[in-house]
Each structure stands twice: as C-alpha cells, then as structure tokens.
C-alpha cells in the first residue's frame, strides 16, 4: 500500500515562507519514460510520474549523486522528491524524480 506524504512548509522566524518553487518544476511531459544510463541525467528532469522510491531509497539515490546532509525529504504531488543537501561545501534544494533523475538548485 502507497502512502502519500503531503510536504509542510513552516514558516520561518522571520515570516517568510519557503517557496515550493525555489526547486525546478517537475516536467509533466518528459520526452523519454526512463533512463538506464546512472551518469547523467535525463533533460526534462525532473519528471513528474508515479515515483516508486521509498524515502531511504530516494535519500541513497541522492547520496549516491555526491550530495550529503541530505534532509527534509518529502514527496511532492507530481511524485518527486524534494529536500536539501549540500556538495561542494554548498547547501542546496536536491530533487529525485520517479526516473531516479537527480536535480539541484
């Protein structure tokens, strides 16, 4: 059975929200329906799709792409997962599609 995980944006000290649109839109309509080749990405990502990754493995799949502190982790309602991580020292929005497209902003 699928549980679907609704995202809860808190609204920081200061007032402000954080925006769902800081992390790229998911593509509704990517042009290739999977990828097979793990070293790049698809270039529609990150696709909107029935996304199959449990939260842990989603986490890996990001950690694996060379991010660390990966956290905050929530399924969106097109079915990517968002949150933050940091590379190069850098903190930043991480998403993974239902294509296990790894995406930062």
């Known amino acids: 059975m699928r549980y679907i995980l609704a ?3 808190l609204v920081s000290a ?4 954080m925006a ?3 992390s ?6 990517p042009s290739t329906p999977a990828i097979s080749n793990a070293d790049r990405n698809n270039s529609g990502a990150p696709a909107a799709g029935a ?5 842990g493995q989603a986490k890996l799949r990001i ?3 060379g991010y660390s502190n990966v956290t905050s982790l929530a399924k969106d309602t097109d079915g990517v ?7 190069g020292g850098k903190s930043m929005d991480v998403s993974l599609d239902y294509q296990g497209n790894v995406v930062a902003k």
């Open 7 to 9: 995202a809860v944006f």
């Open 24 to 29: 790229p839109p998911a593509n509704q309509k």
């Open 20 to 22: 769902q649109s800081a």
């Open 51 to 55: 996304n199959s990754f449990t939260e």
């Open 81 to 87: 997962w968002r949150g933050k991580g940091s590379k």
């Open 63 to 65: 950690e694996g792409a």
């Open 14 to 17: 200061t007032g402000v929200a």
